[in-house]
């Protein structure tokens, strides 16, 4: 343990003696972890971790290499046994944007599920980057699993090649969502299918004929799924005369207005729209209005996904709901077993959202 004598830069201090603990029971073995995750993790300001950076340099602990970060080179001290027995428990999640820019939902869960690992004392920290969700992550993956060690990583918004990359080398994880095609990892997701499904077979029971699924060209498993249900919802035998679309789009907002600009300048364009995500919900209603079309009178909507702000627009939509606090529950309920070495009782679980009907949907024909 590092110990100095000047104590002008006692809080500085005081967190380079945890590194150096940490450093010491093999949390962090090769290269700390960037500033700002060693700055979540210990709860101070990126301004002190470099100044505590500055101390384990002095001390011969940690080299700087520009660009590449912090490299350990020496001063540990042997952990004893006792230490390495009563390790502490962590949990890493993973996504590929930092949570701010995730959609509200997720934040909501990921906050439910942060109260609850504390309570267990499960130290929780959120590490985010395209990087690792690139054509190929194996290089930013493995630099980030080695430099810094979980008990249990949790997978968010993850795809096919991230996903893989864990099952491939054994490392421990939950995914919150769905597991891809051949995949068998522990994953906590809504049932997708059965919402696309089911949302396809309201429309239908209101009158519509011409409907359509905007959602984003996406590989996600949870995607995926959506798209199958609302196929399958679409061609139930007891309708005849059923147009459904596919209405696929690139995930920005211009991308989304020339997707619904070519369905919508058929002749025959949709009655009624099932949209994955609030947001393109909002970009939905619109581009509608732009085009003088109401809701519902003109065209009916349903949201796949319900976030806090979809209760302020007018009409209030259609839409299928889950609680965020169930959601995380689930989560820890997958993530515990794993963190203890433990296996898992069942590895899929879904959660089957609610129904919440709203007047954004009317029967055709009729006055909303």
């Not at 309570?119 to 430099?147: C, H, M, W």
């Not at 891809?180 to 029971?205: E, M, N, W």
């Not at 209603?285 to 519902?296: E, Y």
Request: hydrophobic share 40%.
């Amino acid at each position: 343990m590092i110990v100095r004598a000047d104590t002008f830069q006692s809080l500085a201090v005081q967190v380079a003696e945890r590194i150096q603990r940490e450093i010491d029971a093999k949390t962090w073995v090769g290269w700390l972890p960037g500033e700002r995750v060693v700055a979540e993790s210990l709860q101070v300001s990126r301004k002190t971790i470099r100044k505590a950076l500055g101390i384990l340099q002095r001390d011969g602990v940690v080299r700087t290499a520009h660009g590449l970060g912090h490299e350990i080179v020496g001063g540990t001290h042997p952990t004893p046994p006792a230490d390495i027995a009563t390790r502490e428990l962590t949990v890493g999640l993973l996504a590929p944007e930092s949570l701010e820019r995730l959609r509200p939902f997720t934040a909501l869960w990921v906050d439910a599920l942060r109260s609850l690992l504390i309570e267990k004392g499960i130290r929780f920290t959120v590490f985010s980057g395209r990087r690792y969700f690139s054509l190929r992550p194996d290089k930013a993956l493995s630099r980030l699993v080695n430099q810094n060690p979980q008990c249990c990583w949790l997978l968010a918004h993850s795809n096919e090649r991230v996903q893989r990359w864990f099952q491939d080398q054994h490392v421990p994880c939950v995914i919150a969502g769905s597991n891809h095609h051949g995949l068998d990892l522990p994953s906590v997701d809504l049932d997708y299918f059965a919402v696309c499904r089911h949302a396809a077979g309201v429309i239908l029971r209101h009158g519509h004929r011409r409907l359509g699924f905007l959602t984003r060209l996406s590989h996600r498993a949870g995607d995926l799924e959506s798209e199958a249900g609302f196929s399958a919802g679409a061609r139930q035998a007891s309708y005849s005369g059923v147009t459904p679309h596919l209405m696929r789009h690139d995930g920005t907002v211009a991308g989304v207005n020339r997707t619904l600009a070519r369905v919508f300048d058929l002749a025959a364009p949709p009655t009624a729209l099932l949209v994955a995500n609030p947001a393109y919900y909002l970009t939905a209603v619109t581009f509608l209005a732009q085009r003088r079309l109401s809701v519902p009178q003109d065209v009916s909507l349903i949201s796949r996904d319900d976030d806090p702000f979809l209760a302020y627009l007018n009409p209030t939509p259609a839409r299928y709901s889950c609680n965020a606090t169930t959601f995380a529950k689930r989560v820890m309920q997958s993530l515990l077993p794993q963190i203890k070495g433990e296996p898992l009782p069942h590895a899929t679980f879904r959660i089957e959202p609610t129904y919440v009907a709203g007047p954004s949907l009317a029967t055709v024909g009729s006055s909303p």
